[in-house]
């Protein structure tokens, strides 16, 4: 059985009574719209908590393109099912009154972190993703919580929420869930025509063969410039394809050292903007 | 018997353990060198929690001028006679290196709230605020939260941060403590000489008479004028006196509901910064 919570007080008293009870609770939490990569999320959380909690929240804040919110898929009687077929035990699906009663006021600063990649592109979203992330641990106060891969930046973001506001859990971030063609699993792939569909494997398939280049000892700028004609070619808007530093996301001119870099792409297909990455090596 | 910690580990087991006893917790946030203000805050906390920490931190983040940073008191000695005194029953009082481990990133922006009064005259100083009372919200996890209205501002602050992150816990704003002469107990005191003493009685004096002559009907920028020469008479540095709105702090121009008003006020003392505040009617 399943519980479906729209609000937080009685969610927050149903949480506490089972913590006194020694129930361990893990978050995974959502914008809905479920697809495998986030049942993956639920799978880990179930391993590793006695509980389960899922939130699903569009959450205006971090959309810098209203476009993009208005668009963003919602299947939430389905997301239910998927998540009952899952052993989820708890969602908390609450509206935009329960989440921002008042306008928010309040934003934050991450410094280089949100400068760069995503943050370049999409001003505001991580300080949107912050703010809503704090809420959602402060209302489910989670032993663990978790994030996938596919959105390397947010889970770098979210790890130095976590380490400066000295949040009381532990972030866990599960690999890319990828369609057998390699495109990374996203609600917005929902949004894909079968043409575009079809087109949307280049991110995947150029970070691929970036990475094969790169370790086979091709230079950087060599490779970057193989991977923007591939976009041309195909008439395929790339917004960045970065080769960085794992911990820092500083952006690398080199690959000096294979094991600390990441490659991170975003690109828009048709209308719907993607973003993918790959480890040059996989820890 | 008062426990010490100076480790947020050791102190977070101990508390999990109490919680799990069904004990609750009251915090009262200090930077040390305690007066009998921080004692009316630990003794309210004793009242409405069963068990109640103080924090001792002076917390380099919230100080814009390194010089006050540098010559703020430290008294932790007496410090901890005073809160076995007041029956204070656990102390934090973590190093930089346990509550800063590297350069922080993240910055807290309010949106008018921080912009304005002591944000104006001190940038940063209430993201540094709100960074470090993040951080002890989340190490302390307390049912409530005790603040002087001395730093009304900042108690404006905290309360925006606690709205919007949704932190679980009261919080408790306690009414000034004055010494007989009407100065506000602050920290600070200490750094006058005994003629700077006696000059520094001019800010809660200014508030008293501006309330009076506003309540007597007076228009406020005649009042605001008064105030002025007032501190030029005396050559002392007046750094703002703003009345305000007390929800949103928004500066008056005029006052049409008294209900509604705070006056405000810093100013130098010497090199000493001070600062009070006055509800034209009190709650």
């Given at each position: 059985m399943i519980q479906i919570f729209i609000e937080a007080a009685p969610l927050r008293a149903h949480l506490n009574h089972l913590r006194d009870n020694h129930?361990?609770?893990?978050?995974?939490?959502?914008?809905?719209?479920?697809?495998s990569g986030h049942i993956s999320l639920i799978k880990a959380s179930k391993i590793q908590n006695d509980l389960t909690v899922c939130s699903i929240y569009v959450n205006p804040a971090q959309f810098n393109n209203p476009i993009?919110?208005?668009?963003?898929?919602r299947t939430f009687d389905s997301d239910i099912e998927i998540l009952k077929d899952a052993g989820c035990d708890m969602v908390f699906a609450p509206g935009n009154n329960e989440m921002y009663g008042k306008p928010s006021q309040i934003k934050f600063d991450f410094g280089s972190l949100d400068k760069i990649l995503e943050g370049e592109f999409r001003p505001g979203h991580f300080s949107g993703v912050a703010l809503v992330v704090a809420k959602l641990f402060n209302i489910i106060q989670p032993a663990?919580?978790?994030?996938?891969q596919k959105d390397f930046q947010q889970f770098k973001v979210i790890s130095k929420l976590v380490e400066e506001l000295k949040f009381d859990l532990e972030l866990i971030c599960a690999p890319v869930v990828r369609e057998p063609d390699g495109l990374a699993m996203s609600s917005r792939n929902m949004r894909l025509n079968p043409d575009?569909?079809?087109?949307?494997?280049?991110?995947?398939?150029?970070?691929?063969?970036?990475?094969?280049?790169?370790l086979s000892g091709e230079k950087l700028t060599l490779v970057k410039n193989i991977a923007m004609e591939r976009f041309m070619a195909q008439n395929i808007r790339l917004e960045y394809f970065e080769a960085v530093d794992k911990d820092s996301l500083t952006p690398l001119e080199t690959v000096s050292d294979p094991g600390q870099v990441v490659l991170l792409i975003a690109a828009y297909i048709g209308e719907v903007r993607l973003i993918d990455n790959l480890f040059l090596i996989e820890k």
């Amino acid at each position: 059985m399943i519980q479906i919570f729209i609000e937080a007080a009685p969610l927050r008293a149903h949480l506490n009574h089972l913590r006194d009870n020694h129930f361990t609770i893990g978050l995974v939490p959502t914008m809905g719209a479920l697809h495998s990569g986030h049942i993956s999320l639920i799978k880990a959380s179930k391993i590793q908590n006695d509980l389960t909690v899922c939130s699903i929240y569009v959450n205006p804040a971090q959309f810098n393109n209203p476009i993009d919110l208005e668009k963003y898929p919602r299947t939430f009687d389905s997301d239910i099912e998927i998540l009952k077929d899952a052993g989820c035990d708890m969602v908390f699906a609450p509206g935009n009154n329960e989440m921002y009663g008042k306008p928010s006021q309040i934003k934050f600063d991450f410094g280089s972190l949100d400068k760069i990649l995503e943050g370049e592109f999409r001003p505001g979203h991580f300080s949107g993703v912050a703010l809503v992330v704090a809420k959602l641990f402060n209302i489910i106060q989670p032993a663990k919580a978790y994030f996938g891969q596919k959105d390397f930046q947010q889970f770098k973001v979210i790890s130095k929420l976590v380490e400066e506001l000295k949040f009381d859990l532990e972030l866990i971030c599960a690999p890319v869930v990828r369609e057998p063609d390699g495109l990374a699993m996203s609600s917005r792939n929902m949004r894909l025509n079968p043409d575009q569909r079809q087109k949307a494997v280049i991110l995947s398939k150029v970070l691929r063969e970036s990475k094969a280049q790169l370790l086979s000892g091709e230079k950087l700028t060599l490779v970057k410039n193989i991977a923007m004609e591939r976009f041309m070619a195909q008439n395929i808007r790339l917004e960045y394809f970065e080769a960085v530093d794992k911990d820092s996301l500083t952006p690398l001119e080199t690959v000096s050292d294979p094991g600390q870099v990441v490659l991170l792409i975003a690109a828009y297909i048709g209308e719907v903007r993607l973003i993918d990455n790959l480890f040059l090596i996989e820890k």
